[in-house]
């Protein structure tokens, strides 16, 4: 089982900067796969961006290079560093995880609260 708690959303005007956290536990990223995905009000889920135990990464949105996934070195916490913010980038962002392999469109078993992300223009 993993257990994801995100932190690190908050309000900021359009061109800040946000980093937001998901730490796991009692499991860390040296299996399976984790991502995060956002969702905006009366819109559908989206994919954000994609780390795997390798720290092979992928974004999956079209950010234009402003977004970044990490993990850090004990692999127990997965950021999502958020740049140049717009105010269509406001949404919850939820992190979520799987055992098996990193791919787009792959299912996810474990989901966090969620954090919200607000950017003002």
């Known amino acids: 089982q993993w257990q994801l708690v995100e932190s690190g959303g908050g309000s900021v005007q359009a061109g800040g900067s946000l980093r937001l956290s998901c730490e796991i536990s009692?499991?860390?990223?040296?299996?399976?796969?984790m991502a995060w995905f956002r969702q905006a009000p009366e819109k559908e889920r989206e994919q954000v961006a994609l780390?795997?135990?390798?720290?092979?990464?992928t974004i999956t949105v079209s950010g234009e290079g402003r977004f970044t996934v990490t993990v850090d070195d004990d692999k127990t916490t997965v950021y999502l560093e958020l740049d140049s913010l717009k105010p269509e980038d406001t949404a919850m962002y939820y992190c979520?995880?799987?055992?098996?392999?990193?791919?787009?469109?792959?299912?996810?078993?474990?989901w966090g609260q969620g954090t919200q992300v607000s950017v003002s223009s």
């Open positions: 780390i795997d135990r390798f720290n092979k990464t």
């Open positions: 009692p499991r860390t990223l040296t299996r399976g796969c």
């Open positions: 979520a995880a799987r055992e098996g392999f990193c791919y787009v469109g792959a299912t996810y078993d474990y």
